[in-house]
C-alpha cells in the first residue's frame, strides 16, 4: 500500500487532511475525476493516514497500524472491488461492509470502507450500500471513488461528499513524468496526447501501448490513402476493441475540434496533423460526428458487459471512415 500522495496531489491532500486535523472529515466522501489521475493512491494514502496510530501529514510508515497496511491486512480497513477489472460489485460484497461497519473498530480508531469503482456496483448492490451510508455509526469512513460518477445511483452520489480530483498541475506531473520516461521531449508528447493526466500518460508510453498507436497510426494513413477497411481491420485482430477505441474517440475529438474551429493548441495528437488536415479535406464534420457516436456507443456497450464480435465492430467502424475518407 502506497502511503504518500502523488507530488501533483498536494493541494487536495492538504484538504483533506485540514478536515482530517479538525475532525471534519464527512463519513463518506466520493473521489471522482477520469481514470489516471491517480485517485486510487489518493485513497490509499488517505485511509494510511487515518488508519495511523502516530500520523504527521502522511501516515508514519511505521507504527504497528502502518506495518498492518504494508503487510496487506488491517482488521479495519475493507476493500471492496471487481472480482475482475470490468466486473461488477455484487450485493453480497455490500452484505459483508454491513456487517463490518456494525462492529466497533479492532484498534479502536477508524473503520475504513473502500469501495472501487462505484459505478461497477449493481443496482441492488447499491441499494443495500445505502442503509450503511445513511447510519455509519462513530469514526466509520467510506471512501468511494468513481471514473464515471454519473453511472453511480443519485441516491448514493447524495450520501457522499463529492471530491473531484483536480486537473494536476503542470510542473509537478511533468517533472515526474519526465523522470519515469526519462525523455523531456517524450514527456511532453505524452503529456499532450493524455490530456494532462500523467498515469495515463507514462501507460501510453508503454512499449505495447505505443505499438498499437504506432499500428493504428498507419491503418488510418492508409485509409486516408485509399487502402481497403477489411484488410486493414485484420491487422487489428489481437488488439483489444476498447483501446482501439478510446484512441479512435481521440482522434475524432481532434478532428472534429480542428474542422470546427481550426484550433491547433487544443489538439491532443500532434503527430497526426498532416493526417488530420487530409480527412478535413476529405469529410464532412457531420459524418465525423456520426464517427464518434458509433464508437462512443460500442464503448458504452462494452462498458456494460456486453460482448461485441470485436473484428466486426472494427470493420464497420473502418468502412466508415474509409467512406468518409474518399467522398
Ligand atoms: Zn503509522
Not at 471513488?145 to 510542473?171: N, Y
Request: aromatic share 6%; proline share 6%.
Amino acid at each position: 500500500m502506497d502511503m504518500t500522495p502523488w507530488p501533483w496531489q498536494t493541494s487536495i491532500w492538504q484538504r483533506l487532511i485540514a478536515l482530517a486535523n479538525e475532525s471534519r472529515l464527512p463519513h463518506a466522501l466520493m473521489l471522482t475525476g477520469p481514470a489516471g489521475l491517480g485517485k486510487e493512491r489518493l485513497a490509499q494514502a488517505l485511509i494510511a493516514r487515518q488508519l495511523c496510530q502516530a500520523p504527521g501529514d502522511t501516515a508514519c510508515g511505521a507504527c504497528h497500524a502502518c506495518q498492518m497496511l504494508m503487510s496487506g491486512y488491517h482488521p479495519d480497513l475493507m476493500e471492496i472491488m471487481p472480482a475482475e477489472r470490468g466486473k461488477q460489485i455484487r450485493i453480497d460484497a455490500i452484505r459483508d461492509i454491513n456487517a463490518f461497519v456494525s462492529q466497533t473498530a479492532q484498534q479502536g480508531g477508524y473503520r475504513i470502507i473502500h469501495l472501487a469503482p462505484a459505478e461497477a456496483m449493481t443496482v441492488a448492490a447499491s441499494n443495500a450500500l445505502l442503509k450503511s451510508l445513511e447510519e455509519p455509526g462513530r469514526e466509520t469512513l467510506f471512501i468511494l471513488q468513481s471514473d464515471i460518477p454519473s453511472r453511480t445511483l443519485p441516491t448514493i452520489r447524495s450520501r457522499c461528499q463529492q471530491w473531484s480530483h483536480p486537473q494536476p498541475e503542470r510542473a509537478s506531473s511533468m517533472a515526474w513524468l519526465t523522470g519515469e520516461l526519462e525523455d523531456r521531449q517524450q514527456a511532453e508528447f505524452w503529456w499532450q496526447v493524455a490530456g494532462g493526466r500523467p498515469l495515463l500518460a507514462r501507460d501510453l508510453a508503454a512499449p505495447e501501448a505505443r505499438q498499437l498507436r504506432q499500428d493504428l497510426r498507419e491503418l488510418f494513413e492508409s485509409l486516408v490513402r485509399g487502402g481497403d477497411p477489411v484488410a486493414e481491420a485484420a491487422r487489428l485482430d489481437k488488439q483489444a476493441l476498447s483501446d482501439i477505441l478510446w484512441h479512435g474517440v481521440l482522434w475524432l475529438e481532434d478532428l472534429i475540434r480542428l474542422g470546427v474551429s481550426g484550433d491547433t493548441e487544443s489538439v491532443r495528437n500532434r503527430d497526426l496533423m498532416p493526417l488530420y488536415r487530409q480527412a478535413i479535406k476529405n469529410g464532412r464534420i457531420r459524418d465525423w460526428f456520426r464517427l464518434l457516436d458509433y464508437a462512443h456507443e460500442q464503448r458504452r456497450l462494452l462498458a456494460a458487459g456486453g460482448n461485441p464480435n470485436a473484428q466486426l465492430v472494427i470493420e464497420s467502424w473502418l468502412i466508415r471512415w474509409s467512406a468518409l475518407l474518399r467522398s
